[in-house]
């Protein structure tokens, strides 16, 4: 199987060119090791400093809001956009979590609910499309789930060299490989043989295999028809993976029961089945979800773009 090649560390990444890099990975690692209940704290902080320097992202978080909830009161939506933009500026610790801490530290906030039914599928030897969204926590959810069960990750290599090594390093810890996105045939083979596969299909990755379908109020929302290539290839089993902190600070990873009457070898209205899953992913907890990507950037031809110039919001 061609899985992604580890990088390796090379002498050229100290020199001035990767300065900053190395600053920014010595940062994230040093942030980790202060206490978990100061790094949620300043992470809020971070998080509504950064909306004030880059008021666009915080007018698409506004936008998606809008988009797919016109019918919630405007004050219930403002409360999920401060969350929001908390959640963000946590994000940047819980990546340093899931790349740094030990595995006993994450074990400890970390619970794990539903891995019976992986274990289940790991008995008759079927595969699992570990169907996950980009909820901001993603990262130290992959981390805690290797810890127990191996698995392979979808993994895009960073177009900085030097940022590449340390991002492969930290999310290859724990029981877990990477594949990279183009390798479709390295995926296939690991689903036929078993293994589990962590695909996250809730992005706007542009119309080459995509469709249109409903998400949320969103009546054409451009949908990567990945999924169906993959079920329908392997008739592997689909397990949602959503990943929550709770009002504690502690986490629960929640593996749901493989999902039945997903529309084989009919890749649109396999869209529409997997929106709906992509829906109850991000309802389990909208605060913590990535709001600030453009998820509605691609439109049917013809229609305009509805991510138009507006003032930003007020924190």
């Known amino acids: 199987m061609n899985k992604y090649q580890a990088p390796k560390f090379k002498a050229a990444f100290l020199t001035p060119r990767y300065w900053g890099t190395l600053i920014i990975i010595s940062i994230m690692y040093s942030l980790s090791l202060l206490p978990f209940k100061l790094q949620l704290l300043l992470g809020r902080g971070i998080g509504r400093l950064a909306m004030r320097l880059m008021k666009k992202r915080q007018v698409t978080i506004k936008r998606n809001l809008e988009l797919c909830f016109p019918k919630m009161a405007e004050h219930e939506r403002a409360a999920i956009l401060k969350d929001n933009i908390d959640n963000t500026g946590i994000a940047l610790f819980e990546t340093a979590m899931a790349w740094f801490w030990s595995d006993k530290r994450v074990n400890k906030h970390v619970t794990i609910v539903g891995m019976e039914h992986l274990e289940a599928l790991e008995a008759q030897g079927k595969g699992a499309l570990m169907l996950a969204v ?168 013809g229609e305009c773009c509805l991510y138009k110039p507006r003032l930003a919001p007020a924190i």
């Open 134 to 301: 980009h909820s901001m926590n993603l990262e130290l959810g992959a981390r805690a789930f290797g810890i127990k069960k191996s698995g392979m990750g979808v993994y895009r290599p960073n177009n900085n060299p030097c940022f590449d090594y340390f991002q492969y390093k930290g999310r290859s810890r724990s029981n877990r490989t990477l594949i990279d996105r183009k390798n479709v045939k390295g995926m296939l083979e690991a689903l036929n043989t078993g293994q589990r596969v962590w695909y996250a299909p809730d992005h706007d990755y542009g119309v080459r295999r995509s469709t249109f379908a409903p998400l949320f109020a969103v009546e054409r929302a451009c949908t990567t028809t990945g999924t169906s290539l993959l079920v329908d290839a392997t008739d592997c089993a689909i397990v949602p993976f959503t990943m929550v902190r709770g009002e504690d600070g502690h986490y629960t990873l929640t593996l749901s029961a493989p999902v039945d009457g997903f529309p084989k070898n009919d890749p649109e209205q396999a869209a529409v089945f997997v929106n709906k899953i992509v829906e109850k992913s991000i309802m389990a907890c909208p605060s913590q979800y990535m709001w600030l990507h453009r998820r509605f950037k691609t439109r049917p031809e």
